[in-house]
């Protein structure tokens, strides 16, 4: 079944302590982008990659590092969180050409105290 | 990059039929025209998606003009269901970053 598989679902965490949120395709797809969610404020991006080792910022990129070191996995990195991480993260996945539908995972409710 | 414009709102009552119009009027000939809401509390979901033609799925109906320069998502019976916000993006092409705007919030009066 073709996916993109978040983990974890839910994390809470202190301040400063390093944490990462995995996230991994199986369909082969190019293109994957992180996203946060606030109340009020819509999907902002965070980062975004176009292959592997091909890394952009979008919006929001401050706090946050990605690797897509394998074409189905791009982790997002919080070296040092701070409350204001506290959100609803997707990741997605897509083909380039826009030719197929992007596939979002279910999302990582992360908790920042 | 390519822009959207969509109604900030939308209101339906249930059972009737919808239609979600989208501007993109800088459309280049390689962006396909894509559709995905998104239900309070959870994440995106795909709806449809198209380049030139028509589309139809289960969920919904994908109008594209002929320029290119509009497009309409038709929702045949609107349901409780479909409250949700409904993003239309131009993606591929000369858009290599799928963005969400602001979406149109459609509410759905019973």
């Known amino acids: 079944e073709a996916q993109v598989t978040q983990n974890p679902r839910y994390l809470i965490t202190v301040t400063g302590k390093k944490l990462t949120v995995t996230c991994s395709q199986n369909?082969?797809?190019?293109?994957m982008s992180w996203y946060r969610q606030d109340p009020g404020l819509g999907l902002r991006q965070i980062y975004y990659?176009?292959?592997?080792?091909?890394?952009d910022k979008g919006d929001v990129p401050e706090g946050y590092k990605v690797s897509r070191k394998e074409k189905r996995n791009f982790p997002l990195i919080l070296e040092s969180p701070s409350p204001n991480q506290t959100s609803l993260y997707f990741c997605?996945?897509?083909?380039?050409?826009?030719?197929?539908?992007?596939?979002f995972g279910q999302g990582t409710r992360l908790t920042v105290v | 990059d390519a822009k959207t414009t969509q109604p900030n709102s939308m209101e339906s009552n249930e059972e009737e039929p919808v239609h979600l119009p989208c501007n993109h009027s800088?459309?280049?000939?390689?962006?396909?025209i894509h559709w995905y809401r998104q239900l309070p509390s959870q994440g995106p979901e795909y709806v449809i998606h198209?380049?030139?033609s028509n589309v139809n799925n289960r969920m919904a109906s994908l109008a594209i003009a002929e320029d290119r320069k509009s497009s309409t998502l038709i929702l045949h019976r609107a349901t409780l269901r479909d409250a949700a916000v409904y993003y239309c993006?131009?993606?591929?092409?000369?858009?290599?970053?799928?963005?969400f705007g602001k979406g149109t919030k459609l509410s759905v009066k019973p």
């Open positions: 997605a996945s897509s083909r380039l050409t826009g030719r197929d539908r992007a596939f």
């Open positions: 990659s176009m292959n592997v080792e091909v890394t």
């Open positions: 198209g380049l030139t």
């Open positions: 369909m082969n797809h190019e293109y």
């Open positions: 993006i131009l993606y591929g092409g000369s858009q290599g970053n799928l963005i």
């Open positions: 800088t459309i280049s000939g390689t962006d396909y």
